[in-house]
């Protein structure tokens, strides 16, 4: 095999064919860059992590997805329970629905979930506003609705800012873990990852159960640990009993 020739000097000989492209960032990648490089810059981001049985939540979407279907036009997914779940923690620990505005806190008292979803060019987080007042088979539809119109581009900017909330589902593309990074000015995003099969104990005993880690990343400028963990027990509690959350108990 040939080797190419170095001149002398710092320089090495350039290359006889082209190896790189330049392509400028898109209007949509330069505003993603922006704010995560704002996120990394202006917020104390610690994350914690949990892990979810999701043994429940499966066995109820089999029993119930063809009559959900047949009523509602639409899948029962799994992204509907974790809003629910999301919004109990918001309702119990507020401080992770907040945000911080200069010297102040301002405690927000609606919940607006952003829900991040690969897009045409690249990912996106639209929001679902007023979703403390849906219905599963509404969020389903909601997120359905905004999921197509980020693949087709039809997205508008109102509807990708305001939200109080992010959810990140890196599962989807087959994420085991990862530590989500905040959507400025918010105080929490909650990563969700792949649902995996693994033995745990149960009872004293060796069972297989569908597992998923979570993981939520924070501002520790304004969410203490203890609120992070327990907003995260919180919702690991509400999915993994889903007829809870049905019957708003």
């Not at 064919?17 to 209007?27: D, K």
């Not at 939540?57 to 029993?63: F, G, S």
């Not at 063809?66 to 620990?93: N, P, Y």
């Not at 929001?127 to 007042?133: C, E, F, L, P």
């Amino acid at each position: 095999m040939a080797l190419r020739q170095v001149p002398q000097g710092d320089e090495p000989a350039p290359l006889s064919e082209e190896r790189e492209r330049l392509v400028p960032m898109s209007p949509l990648r330069r505003t993603v860059a922006r704010r995560l490089v704002e996120a990394q810059h202006t917020a104390a981001i610690l994350t914690t992590f949990n892990e979810i049985d999701m043994t429940n939540v499966l066995a109820l979407r089999e029993r119930y997805q063809d009559r959900f279907v047949k009523q509602h036009g639409i899948k029962l997914g799994f992204m509907s329970f974790f809003v629910k779940s999301a919004i109990e923690g918001l309702k119990a620990f507020p401080a992770v629905n907040a945000e911080i505005r200069g010297t102040d806190i301002v405690y927000k008292d609606h919940y607006d979930i952003g829900v991040a979803v690969g897009g045409g060019k690249g990912l996106v987080v639209p929001v679902v506003r007023g979703a403390d007042a849906m219905s599963f088979a509404e969020l389903e539809k909601g997120i359905a609705d905004l999921a197509v119109r980020a693949r087709d581009n039809k997205l508008t900017m109102k509807e990708l800012e305001g939200g109080t909330f992010t959810i990140s589902n890196g599962g989807v593309y087959g994420s085991l873990l990862s530590t989500p990074i905040l959507n400025p000015p918010q105080s929490g995003i909650l990563g969700l990852h792949a649902i995996q099969k693994r033995a745990v104990v149960r009872d004293d005993a060796v069972v297989v159960r569908s597992m998923m880690y979570a993981a939520l990343s924070y501002d520790h400028r304004l969410v203490d640990g203890r609120e992070a963990v327990q907003f995260l027990v919180r919702v690991k509690e509400c999915v993994e009993d889903p007829e809870r959350m049905l019957l708003e108990v």
